[in-house]
């Protein structure tokens, strides 16, 4: 009996793996479609260690998937649906074509509907897995937010992601969950932490829409993403108002009985709601607020490091006083501010906010109020100015929150050139990371008197050199006064021939003082060329001891390193070439 092999690529990559032409055909699929269905279910193209086999030895490089994700599309009742619409679509086009608007009336309110919660619910079956996952949704929503109907995008999508966005704004606040903050080009940076989760998003500055002249983004496969998002941060929404013992969707208490007589009840609680000045409603009062709790520290853990345990501890009680940085200050913003950020960071801190009311719905107290304490101001000066407040910058905010503390308003009063916002998001502690000045005078406030401290080594290095010469002076005399006093003793020992074990004994004592007199020691001098050398040597033979399979590896860190090294560098040559420009500036 003849035992037959399996026959080539059946096995091993070449089973595993399926081109996108294939898996189109097998799923009975357009591009579109597949494309979509990919986006919801998070499938993505993978990258096999040998395509040429992955591939079945065809050449080229095509888009590969993992047979079993296919396998596992083919369950899918979205693909059922997406059939559905394109039956629809087709009957409506027969039914426009024929003129028959009874029917597209009739399959208009039998239109399709897809529903994506049970792929929320196998995409993230925990609340702390769609948190973990709730960075680039949110940075997605944010964008989405702010745009305006475009020919891919409905405007119910923009509306949706803008009322799902300043939801997810108030639970921060009521939370108050905000750690850092930080503004650059791309816009506003910000990090939260709920339910121990780290969760960094970006803000857009707002400005008008502009339209690009190319297609270069497709605007389509984006809006699939959001689709799925929506969906997703209305669940996260949902679950993070009960935690917090909110309402959802959110409630305020009714002022007086304005909104019974307005035109659109719902327009005007919805602007109350993106003004984000007007504390939710809870559900049960009796329970504390988020605000009273404290944080303890788990007495049963693992760790043994008492170090460790107390920057614990430390870092707790920094959290705890950052949560109400800003209490007890009212704050009135400028119309020239960006109302919506600063509002956002101040109520996260605990503070008071307001603005003037004839700009946006909301304001809480007028610019006249005697008990405002600072004043956000982005223009050179002013005609009228109170005493009893400060009229800063809102850099001050934004450097407050990063600081964790209230910093002196000196350097942000109103018309001063502002220092350097850092950003808080870089590690200072990793190698290699180029630190300016500014931010290293903050990691160490003694940054500044390195001069002086360099000043005060060399004084003390001179003192020291002439506390050493009379140090040395000294014991010179004390061994004059030794030996005199010794030959004082040989002379007494040899006029006292009459007991020679006493001459014994002072010999030998004079022998033991003379062994142990202070000598000058003398300094080895080593040579560095020949120490660098050896160095140089020994991590070459370093280097060869490598294996082959690392060895790929290594040359890639090594040129990482490199380019970090030079980048540094660059910026380090920047930095010294702006401040000899400064100074000629100030000169002049």
Not at 105 to 134: G, Q, S
Not at 159 to 168: A, W
Not at 204 to 216: L, T
Not at 386 to 399: G, L
Request: charged content about 35%; aromatic content about 10%.
């Amino acid at each position: 009996m003849v035992v037959r092999g399996k026959k080539k690529y059946q096995t091993g990559e070449g089973a595993q793996f399926i081109t996108r032409r294939a898996a189109l055909r097998k799923l009975q699929l357009t591009l579109n479609d597949f494309r979509k269905v990919c986006i919801l279910k998070g499938i993505y193209p993978r990258e096999p260690r040998n395509r040429k086999r992955a591939q079945k030895g065809e050449p080229g490089i095509k888009t590969l998937y993992h047979k079993k994700d296919i396998q596992f599309l083919m369950h899918e009742p979205i693909i059922l649906k997406l059939r559905d619409y394109k039956i629809f679509n087709r009957k409506i086009g027969r039914a426009k074509a024929m003129n028959d608007f009874a029917k597209v009336k009739r399959y208009l309110n039998n239109h399709p509907t897809l529903k994506l919660d049970h792929i929320v619910k196998e995409r993230y079956p925990t609340f702390i897995d769609a948190l973990r996952d709730l960075d680039d949704c949110l940075t997605l929503c944010f964008l989405f937010s702010t745009f305006p109907s475009l020919p891919h995008i409905p405007r119910d999508q923009s509306s949706l992601c803008r009322r799902l966005t300043i939801e997810f704004l108030h639970a921060v606040i009521a939370a108050k969950a905000l750690r850092k903050v930080f503004v650059s080009i791309k816009g506003y940076y910000y990090q939260a932490e709920l339910k121990g989760q780290t969760i960094t998003w970006i803000v857009p500055h707002h400005f008008c829409f502009e339209p690009q002249a190319k297609n270069e983004v497709d605007f389509k496969v984006m809006s699939t993403f959001v689709e799925f998002y929506i969906v997703m941060l209305g669940f996260v929404n949902y679950r993070l108002y009960h935690s917090l013992n909110l309402y959802y969707p959110p409630k305020f208490i009714n002022s007086g009985n304005i909104e019974k007589t307005l035109i659109d009840e719902g327009a005007f609680v919805s602007e109350r709601i993106s003004a984000l000045n007007i504390p939710l409603i809870s559900l049960d009062p009796s329970i504390q607020a988020v605000e009273d709790e404290e944080t303890e520290i788990d007495n049963f853990s693992n760790e043994t490091d008492s170090t460790k345990i107390e920057a614990a501890r430390m870092e707790v009680e920094k959290i705890r006083k950052l949560k109400t940085l800003f209490k007890g200050k009212k704050i009135f913003i400028n119309r020239e501010v960006p109302r919506e950020p600063l509002v956002f960071i101040i109520r996260c801190f605990g503070g008071e906010v307001s603005w003037d009311k004839l700009l946006f719905i909301g304001s809480t107290f007028d610019e006249k109020d005697e008990t405002i304490t600072h004043q956000i101001v982005d223009r050179s000066q002013m005609d009228k100015q109170y005493m009893s407040r400060y009229y800063v910058q809102p850099q001050w905010i934004f450097d407050s929150v990063n600081a964790r503390e209230l910093l002196p308003v000196e350097k942000y009063l109103m018309g001063v050139i502002l220092p350097p916002h850092l950003s808080p998001f870089t590690d200072t502690q990793q190698d290699q990371t180029y630190i300016p000045p500014e931010e290293r005078a903050l990691i160490d406030p003694d940054y500044k008197l390195n001069d002086l401290k360099a000043d005060l080594r060399k004084e003390t290095e001179n003192n020291d050199d002439e506390e050493s010469k009379d140090e040395e002076e000294k014991i010179d005399n004390d061994d004059l006064n030794i030996e005199s006093n010794e030959e004082t003793e040989e002379e007494e020992v040899d006029n006292n021939t009459q007991i020679p074990a006493e001459k014994e004994k002072t010999q030998t004592r004079l022998q033991k003082k003379k062994a142990m007199k202070v000598k000058v020691g003398e300094v080895t001098k080593k040579n560095q060329w020949e120490e660098v050398q050896r160095q140089k040597q020994e991590y070459r033979l370093r280097e060869k001891m490598i294996k082959n399979k690392h060895r790929n590896l290594y040359r890639s860190m090594m040129k990482g390193r490199e380019e970090r090294r030079k980048a540094i560098w660059l910026l380090r040559k920047k930095r010294r070439i702006y401040d000899t420009d400064k100074k000629e500036e100030t000169k002049k």
